[in-house]
T-cell receptor
């Protein structure tokens, strides 16, 4: 099946710094990728839809200036958490839709902001 | 707003027994449903899907049942194994809507 690679798998950073998370579709092209956030014992909440070559579409309540998304190619989308604060600590997951319309997920990135 | 929810947040099943995880959805326009398995610290893993023109679909040890009349979805896992312990999410979307809506999740624990 299709593989979505997400990197890093975990990151610890100081408050006020920025963190970049990469999401790559390894064996297929994805014009659309999705970014989710998941708090402990909760479901996945869609943050934004990343569109190759255009601006991302953010869900209501998600700050676009804080969560910068860049979908520069058909196989790569990045999420940058700018000026991270402890409340941004969460599990971030990306996904991409394959040719068969199934959604494949990355392995997630655990962000801890000190 | 529209939502997809689960009846039970936790479920414990004896190894070897069958398990059933339920999901209710409210969007009558939903026409595609998916079950995902998420292990601790990992991303969701696709298990099985079903479209609204079907009532039942079977995979390896898993069966998904869809009852559109009552907007109910279930995942049956046969002969459960310790590796089946995880959180299971149902998700749905509708034609023309590329976004998935996830349910709240059920933690399945297999008792040895």
């Amino acid at each position: 099946g299709a593989v979505v690679s997400q990197h890093p798998s975990w990151v610890i950073c100081k408050s006020g710094t920025s963190v970049k998370i990469e999401c790559r579709s390894l064996d297929f092209q994805a014009t659309t990728m999705f970014w989710y956030r998941q708090f402990p014992k909760q479901s996945l909440m869609l943050m934004a839809t990343s569109n190759e070559g255009s601006k991302a579409t953010y869900e209501q309540g998600v700050e676009k200036d804080k969560f910068l998304i860049n979908h520069a190619s058909l196989t790569l989308s990045t999420l940058t958490v700018t000026s991270a604060h402890p409340e941004d600590s969460s599990f971030y997951i990306c996904s991409a839709r394959g040719d068969n319309e199934k959604l494949f997920f990355g392995s997630g990135t655990q962000l801890s902001v000190l | 707003g529209e939502s997809v929810g689960l009846h039970l947040p936790t479920l414990s099943v004896q190894e070897g027994d069958n398990s059933i995880i339920n999901c209710a959805y409210s969007n009558s326009a939903s026409d595609y449903f998916i079950w995902y398995k998420q292990e601790s610290g990992k991303g969701p893993q696709f298990i099985i899907d079903i479209r609204s023109n079907m009532d039942k679909r079977q995979g390896q040890r898993v069966t998904v049942l869809l009852n559109k009349t009552v907007k109910h979805l279930s995942l049956q896992i046969a002969a459960t194994q310790p590796g089946d312990s995880a959180v299971y999410f149902c998700a749905e979307n509708s034609f023309g809507n590329e976004k998935l809506t996830f349910g709240t999740g059920t933690r399945l624990t297999i008792i040895p």
